[in-house]
């Protein structure tokens, strides 16, 4: 079992920064494929970025160049280091655990995206970006 928490979320204007935290308690952490997942009222919940045990990531086309995705297993930490913030970048990020299934290629084919794919999942934290 593996509890999720995030932290990090906050208030900024456009061109701003923030670093999201996802701190991960449980054993076999390093195991576990992890990824950022966003979310606005009446919308799917949307895949932002994923980090494989590898090290491997992939991300939504509107944040590549802006957000970077890294983990620290020595932590049980998962980070999402946004840049050039946009007001579209605004909602509840949420990080999620996937137990490992498929291999790399498949996760990056886009399986990733996929919230059903996940087995656990952090309560979220609010990210507002102001133009």
């Known amino acids: 079992q593996v509890h999720l928490v995030e932290s990090g979320g906050g208030s900024v204007q456009a061109g701003g920064s923030l670093r999201l935290s996802c701190v991960a308690s449980?054993?076999?952490?390093?195991?576990?494929?992890m990824s950022w997942f966003r979310e606005v009222p009446e919308a799917e919940r949307e895949g932002v970025a994923t980090i494989e045990t590898d090290g491997s990531t992939s991300y939504l086309d509107s944040v590549k160049g802006r957000f970077t995705v890294s983990r620290d297993n020595a932590k049980n930490t998962l980070y999402l280091q946004m840049e050039n913030l946009r007001p579209e970048d605004t909602a509840m990020y949420y990080c999620?655990?996937?137990?490992?299934?498929?291999?790399?290629?498949?996760?990056?084919?886009?399986?990733?995206?996929?919230?059903?794919?996940?087995?656990?999942w952090g309560q979220g934290t609010q990210v507002t970006v102001s133009s």
């Open positions: 449980g054993n076999d952490y390093n195991r576990y494929s």
């Open positions: 999620a655990a996937a137990r490992p299934r498929g291999g790399v290629a498949w996760w990056h084919g886009g399986n990733w995206r996929r919230p059903t794919n996940y087995n656990h």
